[in-house]
């Protein structure tokens, strides 16, 4: 049976993450949560207090910077590394997604990690997740989804995967940083968020995680199966 590659776009707590997690895993294909890995640079140069002013530093930061996926025995995921440290709990804190649209718009930072996401992606067999997977990474894909939702409900998303992780946030804070993140990420130079032409959209609003993964991969399935 052919491989393919899954390209699922979309906003920010449409359910990206957990419906392409669990559609790789039906498939039997990798999962590659693109989101994560900005994140966790995101992460490195907020720890290392790197200027996204600064070409340099940024270029210094990204040759030290290595990114992973491990298998989480305890969790039974597969998560982010950092310069091989596991990072899925520091990367969801609240002050780096506040920050994480403004770093992965650097050029720099863009170039470095999308030829990362290529290499992962190369042998096909992969269910890829992020902003520009379809549009820029890789517009070949033989199937491109597009996921929207509601925004409050999209905030409600994120304000319980949060509390998940011990962080009390109220509501009307989560929309401010999910509305922000949408205009960043729509309006940004370099690969803006947009559908891809031939993608498939899949608003969530009203579907449950179940039926989320369900169309998925359903919709993988008629493409592999030709």
């Given at each position: 049976?052919?491989?393919?590659?899954?390209?699922?776009?979309?906003?920010?707590?449409?359910?990206?993450?957990?419906?392409?997690?669990?559609?790789?895993?039906?498939?039997g294909?990798?999962?590659?949560?693109?989101?994560?890995?900005?994140?966790?640079?995101?992460?490195?140069?907020?720890?290392?207090?790197?200027?996204?002013?600064?070409?340099?530093?940024?270029?210094?930061?990204?040759?030290?910077?290595?990114?992973?996926?491990?298998?989480?025995?305890?969790?039974?995921?597969?998560?982010?590394?950092?310069?091989?440290?596991?990072?899925?709990?520091?990367?969801?804190?609240?002050?780096?997604?506040?920050?994480?649209?403004?770093?992965?718009?650097?050029?720099?930072?863009?170039?470095?990690?999308?030829?990362?996401?290529?290499?992962?992606?190369?042998?096909?067999?992969?269910?890829?997740?992020?902003?520009?997977?379809?549009?820029?990474?890789?517009?070949?894909?033989?199937?491109?989804?597009?996921?929207?939702?509601?925004?409050?409900?999209?905030?409600?998303?994120?304000?319980?995967?949060?509390?998940?992780i011990?962080?009390m946030?109220?509501?009307?804070?989560?929309?401010?940083?999910?509305?922000?993140?949408?205009?960043?990420?729509?309006?940004?130079?370099?690969?803006?968020?947009?559908?891809?032409?031939?993608?498939?959209?899949?608003?969530?609003?009203?579907?449950?995680?179940?039926?989320?993964?369900?169309?998925?991969?359903?919709?993988?399935l008629?493409?592999?199966?030709?």
């Open positions: 049976m052919k491989k393919i590659v899954v390209a699922i776009d979309g906003y920010s707590a449409c359910g990206k993450s957990t419906t392409a997690k669990a559609a790789a895993r039906n498939l294909y990798k999962f590659i949560d693109t989101g994560a890995m900005y994140r966790a640079v995101t992460l490195y140069f907020y720890q290392n207090h790197i200027e996204i002013t600064n070409p340099k530093q940024v270029l210094k930061a990204m040759d030290s910077i290595q990114l992973g996926f491990v298998f989480n025995t305890k969790s039974g995921k597969n998560q982010i590394t950092l310069n091989g440290l596991m990072v899925e709990n520091e990367i969801r804190q609240m002050h780096i997604s506040e920050s994480v649209s403004e770093v992965s718009a650097v050029s720099e930072v863009r170039k470095d990690v999308i030829s990362q996401q290529r290499q992962l992606g190369k042998k096909r067999g992969v269910v890829m997740e992020g902003r520009d997977i379809g549009t820029v990474v890789f517009p070949d894909a033989e199937l491109k989804i597009f996921m929207t939702a509601n925004l409050e409900v999209r905030a409600t998303r994120r304000q319980k995967e949060l509390l998940e011990g962080q946030v109220e509501l009307d804070k989560v929309i401010q940083n999910i509305q922000k993140r949408d205009h960043l990420d729509t309006t940004r130079k370099e690969s803006p968020l947009v559908k891809a032409e031939d993608a498939y959209e899949l608003d969530t609003t009203h579907m449950t995680l179940e039926e989320q993964i369900e169309e998925v991969i359903r919709l993988s008629c493409k592999i199966r030709g």
